[in-house]
């Protein structure tokens, strides 16, 4: 189980959770999830996420992360304008943020 922020996310049962409220996501929409939420406050590449959630090492369109990325922001509530949970490092990937805008992140 992976939680962070107050998202929950099970790889065995395949659920997610923002809050008390269960999300329902597709299946590349929980591959693409499960593969940031795993590594909180790390980047990771477009490519990695082709490779990981894909399976595949070419890209079939450029925008087909930013698609998936765009549904999974609105069934998590997250502003598509400003997101708070994950945010694009731009020239570098993505990254589901370990802490809120504006809360203490201690280091350690």
Known sequence: MYSVQDVRV???SRRAWRGQREIVLSRKEFDLVEAL????????TRDQLMREVWHTNFWT???TIDVHLGWV???LGDDTR???????IRGQGLRFE???????RSAG
Do not use: F, M
């Not at 400003?82 to 694009?88: C, V």
């Not at 370990?98 to 203490?104: D, K, N, T, Y």
């Open 82 to 88: 400003n997101p708070s949970l994950i945010t694009t």
């Open 61 to 63: 369109s450029s925008k």
């Open 37 to 44: 939420i795993s590594r909180p406050g790390q980047v990771v």
């Open 73 to 75: 922001r609105r069934k």
């Open 98 to 104: 370990s802490a809120q805008a504006g809360e203490h």
């Open 10 to 12: 099970d790889p065995v």
